[in-house]
């Protein structure tokens, strides 16, 4: 960001990845890091954030196969996550 900024570059926005993810045994939702880093972050710098990816380890899986994960899991949490992100980015540069 302090790079961007310097450069005199605008930042569209914030996004959190690995967000958390879902225990696959109990569904329970386990924070990688310390919550509320990329919120601070956002609010510090008056940068809008974007979105929060989950982790999930399909998407690496995928990715490694050369497959979009988006296309083989479209209903998961980080598809849905992706989406809402993309959607919002495509709203700031439509402007």
Do not use: W
């Not at 900024?5 to 924070?31: A, Y």
């Not at 490694?64 to 495509?90: H, M, N």
């Amino acid at each position: 960001i302090k790079m961007s900024q310097i450069m005199k570059r605008k930042v569209l926005g914030l996004i959190e990845n690995m967000s958390g993810f879902e225990c696959p045994h109990c569904g329970e939702h386990i924070d990688l890091y310390p919550p509320g880093g990329v919120e601070k972050a956002s609010q510090d710098f008056g940068i809008q954030l974007l979105g929060k990816i989950p982790f999930e380890v399909e998407v690496s899986q995928q990715g490694d196969r050369g497959l979009p994960f988006v296309l083989k899991y479209p209903e998961s949490k980080s598809t849905k996550a992706f989406k809402e992100t993309v959607k919002k980015i495509r709203g700031i540069l439509e402007k």
